[in-house]
């Protein structure tokens, strides 16, 4: 069975992080999801208080086939604050692995990490000024290499559907979004 971590904290964008990991789990991935604040509960980015599995600490020294950033501009800030996080998405990046960040989280946490080195990339209108790689901006969900990157809450299901494609195979995400009425 395929593992993701998807983290969270107080600010995150709802909307992508329950999408991420509502879709994942239909496709029968088994998601962690880690706050990395010092409660489990978080206030996401429109006041809907969100519930880890476990604290960020829990996660240091596993192995994921996918860490997937939601954003919201004050939850990306947290995730890109914590060290155990960090550690995590640089030998996600370092050993091949999949990593991806929707909205704010390509600039916020991916760029600033130096994970979107020599990489196209896409996020939210709002931070595309930062963005190292613009080339790729316009579209809605990129996908380079072993990074994936997408604009925001209205592009959440069709991010998730390619995780699931590049995790689980083409055939399962078109299930799973059929399944859904999705595109």
């Keep these: 069975m395929k593992r993701v971590l998807v983290p969270i904290a107080d600010g995150t964008e709802e909307m992508e992080a329950v ?50 950033l939601p954003g919201g501009n004050d939850g990306a800030l947290h995730l890109r604050d914590s060290a155990p996080l960090t550690a995590l998405l640089t ?29 196209r990339a896409t996020c939210h209108p709002s931070f595309e000024q930062e963005l190292r790689a613009p080339e790729a901006v316009a579209q809605r969900v990129v996908v380079d290499g072993n990074c994936i990157t997408s604009r925001g809450p209205g592009t959440v299901i ?17 299930a799973v979004g059929a399944g859904m009425l999705a595109p």
């Design 19 to 68: 999408c991420t990991i509502d879709i994942l789990r239909r496709a029968g991935v088994e998601v962690t999801v880690a706050s990395v604040m010092e409660q489990l509960q978080v206030t996401a980015s429109r006041g809907v208080k969100l519930v880890a599995d476990v604290p960020i600490a829990a996660c240091a020294g596993e192995v994921y086939d996918l860490i997937a």
């Design 158 to 174: 069709e991010f998730a559907l390619r995780l699931v494609a590049l995790l689980c195979g083409e055939e399962q995400a078109r």
């Design 91 to 119: 030998a996600q990046a370092a050993e091949g692995r999949l990593y991806a960040a929707i909205c704010a989280a390509p600039v916020v946490v991916l760029q600033h990490h130096g994970l979107l080195e020599g990489r």
